[in-house]
């Protein structure tokens, strides 16, 4: 097994550009692995500013850029992480998520979180098979 980074187009330079150490995109042994993605607008790579709804929903269409940079989907994904800022937004993050995975949903963990060090409120990460 031999593990490749991919290239996620206007992703993978935006967060290289905010000097955060990571891969957005790991394949190896038949799986994919997307690390967390904020809401960050897949044509310009900047982060999306917006109430939650907003945030999840650019989360979530860069989290299905990130698959098909990789060549999967998200109907090949096995696990979802989201964590959020505030657990007051799970509600609203369903709202919105539901509306991606509407049938069949992936095994799914909500996390909140303290804070980052930047300013969004959530990030969307994911395991997938090719």
């Known amino acids: 097994m031999k593990k490749e980074i991919v290239e996620v187009p206007v992703l993978s330079a935006a967060v290289r550009a905010m000097g955060v150490p990571l891969s957005l995109v790991t394949k190896g042994a038949g799986l994919v692995f ?6 960050l607008d897949i044509t310009t790579g900047k982060l999306v500013r917006g109430d939650i709804e907003a945030q999840t929903e650019a989360s979530l269409i860069a989290l299905k850029h990130c698959l098909a940079a990789a060549g999967t989907s998200p109907d090949n994904v096995l696990m979802v992480r989201i964590y959020a800022a505030n657990a007051g937004f799970y509600g609203a993050i369903n709202r919105v998520y539901a509306k991606h995975f509407p049938e069949n949903p992936p095994a799914r963990t909500f996390v909140p979180v303290a804070s980052w060090p930047m300013e969004f409120d959530l990030e969307i990460e994911c395991m997938a098979v090719t």
């Open 34 to 39: 997307v690390s967390g993605i904020p809401p």
